[in-house]
């Protein structure tokens, strides 16, 4: 009988350490460092994508720490200065800036993490799942569903999201004609966004 309790446990013991692989007590995670957010749009009839990111992105994590992704980022945020665009190229960003962010009513674009869904936990295997992302740009909110991988610390997303669904057909048609020769006349409304952030894990067994 004592070796039935014994047994019962260490099953309960095992149980609780829960999909972020803890062991031998609590798992703390944090948010470490800076969060990067990127983007990539598509031009010509071929859809050739380019790509950037935005120099200037303000986090505000919704807790400095927590037990599990959920605690530490949904509700977390980001403010990002749409005239930091950084695609590597400075003639582009002036373009990007004046036909078409300039088109926008606001200057800024936000974004807040409002849920969170894993998938099935594989060993050996990235953890992934989806996480539903409020985006706020030209004055118009929308959810945008991004798939998440978190492997080793590096935690990475990506979406997609169509300009028309946030009544930016004016930037749209203000940036294809300014670069209607280099774009060969067509420029894409659906855009790919991402980001990538690091998180700190303290007293886990990550492995």
């Known amino acids: 009988m004592i070796k039935f309790f014994i047994a019962l446990f260490l099953l309960a013991t095992i149980s609780s350490a829960g999909e972020m692989g803890k062991k031998g007590g609590s798992c703390i995670l944090s948010q470490d460092g800076?969060?990067?957010?990127?983007?990539?749009?598509?031009?010509?009839?071929?859809?050739?994508?380019?790509?950037?990111?935005?120099?200037?992105?303000?986090?505000?994590?919704?807790?400095p720490k927590g037990n599990n992704f959920r605690e530490i980022l949904v509700g977390s945020s980001v403010v990002i200065d749409t005239s930091s665009v950084n695609?590597?190229?400075?003639g582009r960003d002036v373009k990007l800036v004046k036909f078409f962010f300039e088109k926008m009513s606001t200057k800024n674009i936000t974004a807040k993490i409002v849920d969170i869904k894993s998938d099935k936990r594989m060993h050996g295997k990235p953890k992934t799942g989806v996480m539903s992302v409020s985006v706020t740009m030209n004055g118009v909110t929308k959810n945008v569903p991004m798939k998440y991988s978190?492997?080793?610390?590096?935690?990475?997303?990506?979406?997609?999201?169509?300009?028309?669904?946030?009544?930016?057909?004016?930037?749209?048609s203000s940036i294809n004609e300014?670069?209607?020769d280099l774009h060969q006349g067509k420029t894409w409304s659906d855009v790919t966004i991402g980001f990538k952030t690091n998180i700190k894990f303290e007293l886990c067994n990550t492995i």
């Open 34 to 63: 800076d969060v990067s957010v990127s983007w990539k749009a598509y031009k010509t009839p071929a859809k050739a994508g380019v790509g950037g990111m935005f120099d200037s992105v303000k986090y505000t994590a919704v807790a």
């Open 87 to 90: 695609s590597k190229n400075s």
């Open 178 to 180: 300014a670069c209607f």
């Open 150 to 172: 978190f492997n080793k610390g590096d935690l990475s997303a990506t979406g997609n999201i169509d300009l028309i669904d946030f009544s930016a057909s004016k930037a749209l």
